[in-house]
């Protein structure tokens, strides 16, 4: 007799392999973000940053997917370490705008082998970790549309 599909088994979740590689990958990026004194969230604020050179805050939440009250502290820290200048927009005040600081920039520098050594944690081919990549952006972007 063949087995009945059971939707709640945890084997039969989609969620639950996102939500523990998802763990699992910023725990491998701990040892790797140390040696730049940076945490996974300063370090892919700092991507965009490097990326980008100035946004604003509201930009930055949702490209990261981090609400204000993540971002506020994250960005004063980000700051005190003197790698980003927080202020006010010209244009309009209740705008702040980010911009990375020279020693910021000099970061980048430190934190360019961090992508190599995670792949090398991950172990997947080139064209696996596109295809991971692009089929994780249709969800999300499934996921947005759908709000």
Not at 54 to 77: D, E, I
Not at 95 to 122: F, H, K, Y
Not at 129 to 138: E, M, P, Y
């Amino acid at each position: 007799m063949a087995e009945r599909f059971d939707p709640l088994a945890l084997d039969n979740q989609l969620c639950f392999p996102l939500y523990a590689a998802a763990k699992e990958i910023v725990r491998r990026y701990g040892p790797f973000l140390e040696d730049i004194d940076l945490t996974y969230t300063q370090y892919i604020t700092m991507m965009v940053l490097w990326e980008e050179k100035t946004v604003s805050s509201k930009h930055l939440g949702r490209r990261l997917h981090l609400n204000s009250g993540t971002l506020t502290p994250l960005l004063k820290k980000l700051e005190a370490k003197g790698l980003i200048e927080r202020k006010r927009s010209a244009e309009d005040e209740r705008v702040l705008d980010l911009r990375i600081t020279p020693q910021g920039e000099a970061l980048r520098e430190r934190a360019l082998g961090v992508p190599a050594q995670m792949s090398s944690c991950i172990q997947l081919s080139p064209e696996e970790a596109v295809a991971l990549r692009n089929l994780l952006a249709k969800l999300m972007d499934n996921l947005e549309a759908s709000e």
